[in-house]
């Protein structure tokens, strides 16, 4: 779950921004209805599932049409909405697999040692001895840290997003800098 890179994770980043113009964040996936009323279940894809409680509306699915939300409870990592319009089961049952959105312009602030997705997504990678390593392609999440994945020509590199390899983001610069820790990375 991540569209946030925090050191010490979907933001956590926007799934799927690669590189192009983010007007959007994911935040949810509606897994289905719940009940007969029109509720739906969403799995939360970001740090921030508190925000369901004070948002007014959000956008559903690849046409971004927006739903108006009536209520959310959250419930670990789901949460229970009932969007306007959405009346029963079989209108629940036909937002399956849709991600729920928000303008970019609606996401939480960040501390500074903490970047969307789609901001470290585009950015140049360097390694503190001065090699241009690539560009960031794309990040996921494992089980501890996000991963940003760095690529080269026909060469990939995985980057641990932890404090002893990425020493500096730069997103104004687009550099991020890297220490490469051995077993990392060869030298050429």
């Given amino acids: 779950m991540s ?48 925000r369901f409680s004070h948002l007014a509306e959000v956008n559903v699915g690849d046409n971004l049409r927006p739903y108006r939300i009536q209520s ?45 997705w789609h901001q470290v997504v585009g950015l140049r990678v360097k390694s503190d001895d001065g090699r241009e390593l690539g560009v960031v392609t794309d990040v996921f999440r494992t089980g501890s840290n996000d991963v940003y994945v760095v690529g080269a020509g026909s060469n990939e590199l995985l980057i641990p997003a932890i404090e002893d390899v990425v020493l500096n983001i730069d997103v104004e610069q687009g550099l991020i800098v890297v220490h490469l820790i051995p077993g990392l990375a060869e030298k050429p």
């Fill in 72 to 116: 959310a409870k959250s419930e670990g990592s789901t949460v229970v909405l009932k969007l306007a319009g959405v009346d029963d089961a079989a209108t629940g049952k036909s937002l399956r697999n849709q991600e729920i959105h928000i303008p970019i312009d609606r996401a939480m602030g960040l501390r500074g040692d903490q970047y969307y």
């Fill in 3 to 50: 569209d946030v890179r925090a050191i010490p994770p979907y933001s956590r980043r926007p799934a799927g921004s690669r590189g192009r113009d983010v007007r959007f964040l994911v935040i949810a996936r509606i897994l289905g209805p719940v009940g007969v009323n029109g509720h739906v279940r969403a799995r939360v894809l970001t740090d921030f599932p508190e």
